[in-house]
Structure formats: C-alpha cells, structure tokens
C-alpha cells in the first residue's frame, strides 16, 4: 500500500527519442502533498550495437519479430541493470525502494498505436521492485494521444498560485507545458513543438560519418550563419503549424527529414557550420512560434520560460531561443532547481507513484483523451 502522506525511495527510469541513453533517477518523494528531492541521478548510455539495433527498429528499418523481442528483453535488462548501478551509487538498497516507474523506450509512436520496449517484469524480478511501465496504452485507449504525460508532473511540481509558469523540454522532441496561475490541471496546456535535439543530432551524425551524435556546447553552429530562406522553409513544416493537441517522433524527424534537409543544403552549397545553424534555428524558431500562436496569444504571458533537457546543454540553441522570445526570460531548469537531465525520469517515477496510489494520471485535455484514466501496467 502506498501511502499519501509517507516518504518513499523511488526510482524513474526514461529514454526518450533522442536514444541517447537510460536517464535514471532515484528519488525521494511524499506524494501529497508533493514534496520530492533527486537523491541521485546518472544516465547509462546504450552501447553502440545496443543503439543501432534500437534506432533500426525505431527508424521503421524492415526487422523480424525474433529481433523485436529480442530488443525488447534486451533493453528490460540493460534498465535492470541500470537500477542495480544507481542504488549502489547512491548507497541505497534495493529493499529500500517502493517502486519504479520505466517509461521504457519508444520504438513506434502515432495516433493510433504506441509500441515502448524494455519488458517491465526483467526490471522486477532482477531487482525486486515492483515497477509501472507502459504508461502510453491506457491514454490512448481512452481516445488520447498517448502524449505528452510529462505535463501531468510539471503541472504538480512546478504550478505556482500567483504565477503562471512555462516549462519546455528538449529532448530528441520539443514539448511545452504552459500552467496558468493557481489553475485546475484542466487549464494546463502542453504539446509537442516539433524537433528538438533530434534533427540537430541527425544531421551531426550525417556530417561526422556517425563519429558524432550531437553538436557539443553547439560549438559547431555557433560557427555558421543561419540561411533565412530555407529556415523560412523549413518552418512551414505542417506538424510545426498544426494546432494541438499534438505529439509528434521520429516518424516525423527521423531520417527521412534529415535526408530531404541534407539534400536542401547541398544544393544551396551551405557550409557545415551555416546547416548546424540553419537546423539549430528551426529548432529554436518552431518553439518559440508555436508559443506564441497557440499559448500567448490567447493567455496571461508568463516571466519565463524554463528549460529542460539535453537541449539546454547547447548554448546556440539557448541563444537563439532567448532572441526568438524578448518577452521573457529563458532559464535552464538546473537555475530553478530542477536537474535538467534528470526532469522526465523524475517524471515518470512521479507518475508511477500516482499509478501506485491509483490516481487518474492523464490530463485529458492534454492528450485529448475522454477521460482520465490511471496509467500503467503494474509488475510485481
Ligand atoms: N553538452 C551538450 N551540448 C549540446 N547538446 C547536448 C549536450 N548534452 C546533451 N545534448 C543534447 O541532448 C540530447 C539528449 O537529450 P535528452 O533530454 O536526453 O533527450 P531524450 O529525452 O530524447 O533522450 C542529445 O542527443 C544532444 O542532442
Ligand atoms: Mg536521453
């Protein structure tokens, strides 16, 4: 029985899109009224061959069901593993926590079907912690997106009663969380911006041959000029302009868009500092343009606009998102006391903590779903 009012040791574990990694963080956390500290918090990356075979499966590459299942065993056991190293870098034991929450990996995300990996009973019976996972399938069953479900634990963690506040991740996707002051969870918006790192990275990895996943620092567009005519292309990209609710993955920014944007630059003989810059600015430009049309618009305009993950590790995309939006501040999470990295696993033990307790995880106005409905399937 997981108990309101009692303190707990929890532990979230996320990979998002980017498939960079298993973020893992163990908490300490009282429900409600919510109070929550990160005790520890570290990412496993994935191997090399452990990230190919994830990102083949992701990018729709022809695959078998054995290697499927495979995949999804495989993965249940590098984020079991990935528990047993966080609790022996914490020196906390396993005995010691209540739960996990795995998020797993996605491998397959659209209207209609959501497909995460990584099965949830290796987690448990290697570690011996009951653990939530499949979070997804519940949501979408009731009529919803299925995403984004991060929102549910910003609007509990960051709301504030006199102020409203904006929270955006970039991930390997943009996604924004707007909670107006002292509001009900049915006025919170969030959606999916469009790219986040994801098209950045991809068209890194093309330039260094595989060699590199990421722009450091965004050392390389800070380098390059951005070319306006294909940014202003580029922006016209339907999903970017689409109105929500809306969630968007790989099936949109994956490897065909990098190609269609590589084959772009070649043509108008962009340097490769000039085309990190050119994509560095879409990602800042479509966050900062879907805020305006489809947040501040119609809403009392927040102070700031605080950052979380990898994305707020690359300066030029900080910069240019600063510049996008002169009515506010930008602030990295890790400034307002929120590990920047460690935000959606927190999320997601949060999450499965609400599961545990039997509450209504959704917010339905959020994801477009019917009603609300709890999350999760539970592995003892
Ligand atoms: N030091 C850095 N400089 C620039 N970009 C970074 C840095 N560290 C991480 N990133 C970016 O963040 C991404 C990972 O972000 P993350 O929040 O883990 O995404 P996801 O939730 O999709 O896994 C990396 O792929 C990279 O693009
Ligand atoms: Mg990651």
New binding site residues.
């Given amino acids: 029985m997981i108990r309101d009012n009692s303190y707990y040791y929890a532990v979230g574990l ?8 298993i ?1 893992a963080a163990l908490i300490r956390i009282r429900l409600r009224p919510l109070k929550l500290r990160l005790h520890t918090f570290q ?1 496993y990356p994935y191997g090399n061959a452990l990230q190919s075979r994830v990102l083949a499966a992701a990018e729709g590459q022809a695959t078998t069901t054995a290697e499927l299942a495979a995949l999804h065993d495989d993965l249940g056991e590098v984020f079991a593993q990935a528990v047993l190293k966080l609790c022996r870098k914490a020196k906390v034991s396993l005995g010691q926590l209540a739960w996990i929450g795995s998020h797993g990996q996605t491998v397959f995300h659209s209207k209609q079907h959501t497909l995460q990996l990584a099965e949830p009973a290796i987690i448990a019976q290697k570690t011996g912690v009951k653990t939530v996972a499949d979070f997804r399938p519940a949501d979408m069953a009731a009529g919803g997106l299925g995403a984004p479900l991060t929102p549910y634990f910003n609007y509990h963690y960051f709301r504030q009663p006199r102020q409203a506040v904006l929270f955006q ?5 943009g996604n924004v969380t707007y909670i107006p002051a002292g509001q009900h969870p049915d006025q919170v918006i969030a959606f999916d911006t469009g790219p ?3 098209v ?2 991809g068209v ?1 990895r093309a330039l260094s041959g595989g060699s590199q ?7 390389l567009a800070a380098q390059g000029n951005v070319h306006e005519e294909l940014l202003k292309n580029w922006l016209t990209d339907g999903f970017i302009k689409q109105r929500p609710p809306k969630a968007c993955g790989r099936e949109q920014y994956g490897a065909a868009f990098v190609s269609d944007i590589l084959k772009q630059a070649k043509a108008h003989k962009l340097t490769e500092a000039d085309l990190l810059a050119t994509v560095t600015a879409l990602t800042a430009e479509s966050i900062a343009g879907n805020c305006r049309r489809f947040i501040f618009k119609q809403n009392k305009l927040p102070a700031e606009m605080i950052v ?8 030029t ?1 900080m910069k240019i998102l600063a510049v996008a939006l002169p009515e506010l501040n930008v602030v990295s999470a890790d400034e307002r006391g929120l590990n ?2 460690a ?2 696993a927190i999320a997601f033990a949060f999450l499965a903590g609400e599961t545990l307790a039997g509450r209504p995880n959704n917010l339905s106005s959020v994801t477009g779903a019917k009603r609300s409905c709890v999350l999760g399937k539970i592995v003892y």
């Fill in positions: 996320m990979s998002g899109t980017s498939m960079d990694g973020d990412t991740n970039i991930g390997g996707i986040g790192n994801m950045m990275d890194m996943h990421y722009d450091k620092g965004g050392d979380g993950g990898g994305g707020c590790k690359n300066k995309l920047s990295d935000a959606e």
